[in-house]
């Protein structure tokens, strides 16, 4: 079941009963991701981001999305930071009428930008 592909990651990734194995863990947990378990998503996520077993801000980023496309507040948040941080391929918001590249941030003030185009959906995309 998804849930048993979600557990059995999980377990793998931190070494819970079993040997620590982060290359079976995000094997686990894609299959899980890919049936719509969200915490399955952002667990991928995380995992891609901090190099649990390769980095690719890119491929964190498409995980983040869908659970971030699901509600999934924290996923949400990676988002904004990934776009905060410049990590990988982010969406640009073509709502807010600022070229961020060329502005000097204070980091309330970008956080504020950030908030305002979540809250837009501009860097999650339209729920639907």
């Known amino acids: 079941s998804t849930e048993d592909a979600f557990y059995r990651g999980l377990r ?3 070494g819970d009963g079993v040997p620590q194995d982060y290359g079976e863990a995000v094997r686990y ?4 991701a890919n049936l719509g378990v969200v915490e399955a998503q952002l667990n991928l996520a995380v995992a891609f981001r901090d190099g649990l077993p390769v980095q690719d801000h890119v491929e964190a980023n498409r995980w983040a999305r869908l659970a971030a496309e699901q509600g999934e507040a924290r996923a949400q948040a990676f988002i ?3 776009y905060l941080y410049g ?3 982010v969406q640009e918001c073509s709502a807010c009428e600022i070229d961020r590249r060329g502005v000097q941030w204070s980091p309330h003030g ?13 860097l999650i995309g339209p729920s639907e």
Do not use: F, V
Request: contains cysteine; aromatic residues 12%.
């Open 12 to 14: 793998l990734y931190m």
């Open 29 to 32: 947990y894609r299959i899980a």
């Open 80 to 82: 904004g930071n990934s």
């Open 87 to 89: 990590h990988g391929e």
């Open 110 to 122: 970008r956080m504020d930008l950030i908030n305002y185009c979540l809250i837009s959906e501009c």
